[in-house]
């Protein structure tokens, strides 16, 4: 459970807790919080961060207050993390939304 500024709590499911440990698991990029809704704005910042965050396993282990600490992180943007993390578990049916990617010229 980690608690934001305003003192709500905030708690990830059983089902968002097995996906993200998975996907630490896995080496997913925090790039795939994307198709989950995240914006490149908060991916930029996170991307760009001292810590060069751009695995999973990079912001899972960060707790509040180091994210809070980062330059452009807001209570808006920590809230933003939070909620796309607390819908980890969703993530192969958010990517399975977005066609694949054919690349140009190529003949199907």
Do not use: C, W
């Not at 980690?2 to 709590?9: A, D």
């Not at 097995?18 to 704005?41: C, F, H, K, S």
């Not at 961060?49 to 330059?71: C, F, G």
């Amino acid at each position: 459970m980690i608690s934001l500024k305003n003192n709500t709590q905030y708690k990830f499911s059983e089902d968002a807790r097995r996906a993200i440990a998975d996907g630490v698991q896995q080496d997913d990029p925090v790039a795939n919080l994307e198709y989950l809704g995240m914006t490149l704005r908060t991916l930029n910042i996170l991307e760009n961060s001292e810590q060069r965050i751009t695995k999973l396993i990079q912001l899972v282990s960060l707790d509040r207050d180091q994210l809070m600490a980062m330059p452009n992180v807001t209570s808006s943007v920590l809230a933003e993390i939070l909620d796309t993390l607390s819908r980890y578990h969703q993530l192969e049916e958010a990517r399975l939304k977005i066609p694949p990617l054919t690349p140009r010229g190529s003949k199907r």
